[in-house]
């Protein structure tokens, strides 16, 4: 229980930032919603733009926010001494990071939320399928937790850590197939992002939309595998920090 009341104080850091909320919250169902109008516009021609098809796809792209909440709020705890001083409580390494990490979840699952009601306005299909949608996309809520926690060992200021989550936010979109489907483009490039999480995160919900769940799995198993990669340093580099 020692982690508990860390992650009750983050809990509050991160709701008395109400813009940012707002911000990671809105800007998915603004594409959603632009996606859905521009798919009227144009008649309905295009498969890419039916709601089932870049709903998944536009949610996973806002959770790569979360990977800039999490670093951020590890590196204003750090440059304001608030981690320097807690470092003389009985915390260990793994605490400080269920610490930050926890009270993220809430934050996504809202965001899977707010994504997926927004599209039901627009033709995606009430059922079961959105409800383990929502649940597959817990786990890659942990994959762009894990980049944050690493990004919030490795770096030391609030810029570094924002430009990083902007290369992160730019990786989801062009190697997860969320603008193209990777089988249009196929070659070398499908090859490099199929060894990626990002491709497999946006298959496993894909995969969850349309019911297919026998599929989503072995996606997990990719999504899970490189959350696993970052936290295993994340909590080495801390511990490193705190010693020093």
């Not at 509050?12 to 909320?21: F, G, L, N, T």
């Not at 944050?148 to 992160?168: E, K, P, Q, R």
């Not at 979109?173 to 603008?179: D, H, K, R």
């Amino acid at each position: 229980m020692r982690f508990t009341i860390f992650t009750g104080r983050n809990f509050k850091e991160i709701v008395r930032d109400p813009m940012s909320i707002l911000m990671c919250l809105g800007f998915p169902v603004l594409l959603i919603i632009a996606l859905a109008l521009m798919k009227e516009s144009i008649g309905g021609m295009a498969d890419v733009f039916e709601v089932q098809n870049f709903a998944p796809s536009m949610t996973i792209l806002g959770m790569a926010f979360l990977s800039t909440f999490v670093g951020t709020l590890m590196s204003t705890d750090r440059n304001s001494s608030f981690l320097t001083r807690l470092f003389a409580s009985p915390m260990k390494g793994i605490d400080y990071i269920l610490g930050y990490s926890i009270p993220i979840i809430p934050l996504a699952i809202l965001q899977a939320v707010c994504c997926f009601g927004v599209a039901l306005f627009f033709g995606l299909e009430l059922n079961i399928n959105i409800f383990i949608a929502i649940l597959t996309l817990i786990p890659v809520a942990i994959l762009f937790i894990s980049f944050g926690l690493f990004i919030g060992s490795v770096l030391s200021t609030n810029n570094a850590v924002n430009g990083f989550g902007t290369i992160l936010v730019n990786a989801t979109v062009f190697l997860s197939g969320a603008v193209l489907s990777l089988d249009m483009i196929g070659g070398t490039f499908k090859t490099v992002c199929d060894l990626l999480p990002f491709s497999h995160a946006v298959n496993a919900v894909n995969y969850a939309i349309n019911g297919n769940f026998s599929d989503i799995p072995l996606q997990l198993v990719w999504v899970l595998g490189y959350a696993l990669l970052l936290i295993i340093p994340s909590v080495i580099i801390f511990k490193r920090r705190m010693k020093g």
